[in-house]
């Protein structure tokens, strides 16, 4: 069964300064999609990034990119620069290969707090 | 940009009574996810839809909750008779279907916040 690891339960972070949350996975899948999404207080699920399995370059959106590393299964998102307004919880979440049933797992979630 | 729409935002409940939550997906998209989220944890898939066919149920308490998508466009959740343990955001998600969504990501709707006393 696929499985998703978030190790972090929480973090503080000084404003401006760069953060890495980690994720790891676990399938015996060649093809998987990872996503990465941000759950302000409010509750909403703000999509942030995407990397394919087969992708060879590492995502990158705005301050946001992913760190893949396919070998050690991990998935781990940086964000540059951080603001006061990526205080939030961040989810890593694993499509299983392709199929019209094909499920998204999420894990349990990294807590970041930005101190100004 | 068309979003997810759920109903309601907020629902408090007696244990024993029962409960439905709604949604109506992007216009479009095929495939509808319900996901509970009790506070604190990542979101658990109850159910995804396909079309109005369920293609996977299996973390769905079927003994008191029930789903349905009748034509294939918006969902009901249903819980009856809730329980304590129930409390959490139920999160409802949609997705296109095909090889060419497979890389797009779910939008999600806001939640409904179910409390149950």
């Known amino acids: 069964a696929q499985k998703i690891t978030q190790t972090q339960p929480g973090m503080f972070v000084q404003e401006k300064e760069a953060v890495t949350l980690d994720c790891t996975y676990d399938?015996?899948?060649?093809?998987?999609?990872l996503f990465w999404y941000k759950q302000p207080s409010s509750g909403e699920m703000i999509f942030l990034i995407y990397q394919g399995s087969y992708d060879e370059q590492n995502a990158t959106e705005g301050r946001y990119s992913l760190n893949f590393q396919k070998a050690r299964k991990s998935a781990n998102l940086v964000i540059s620069a951080s603001q006061l307004g990526d205080s939030a919880m961040y989810f890593c979440a694993m499509r299983e290969p392709y199929s019209s049933a094909s499920k998204i797992i999420f894990g349990s979630g990294t807590r970041l707090s930005i101190r100004p | 940009e068309a979003e997810v729409a759920q109903s309601p935002r907020y629902k408090i409940t007696e244990k024993s009574q029962a409960v439905a939550f709604w949604c109506d997906p992007i216009?479009?998209?095929?495939?509808l996810y319900w996901y509970r989220q009790i506070l604190g944890q990542g979101p658990e898939l109850l159910v995804q839809?396909?079309?109005?066919?369920?293609?996977?149920d299996s973390q769905l308490p079927k003994d008191r909750f029930s789903a349905e998508r009748l034509k294939g466009v918006d969902s009901t959740l249903k819980i009856q008779p809730a329980e304590l343990g129930d409390s959490a955001m139920y999160l409802c998600?949609?997705?296109?279907?095909?090889?060419?969504?497979?890389?797009?990501?779910?939008?999600f709707g806001n939640g409904t916040r179910l409390t149950v006393t």
């Open positions: 839809f396909q079309d109005e066919s369920v293609v996977d």
């Open positions: 216009s479009g998209h095929a495939t």
């Open positions: 998600a949609s997705s296109g279907t095909g090889r060419s969504s497979y890389n797009s990501p779910l939008h």
């Open positions: 399938t015996s899948d060649q093809s998987y999609g």
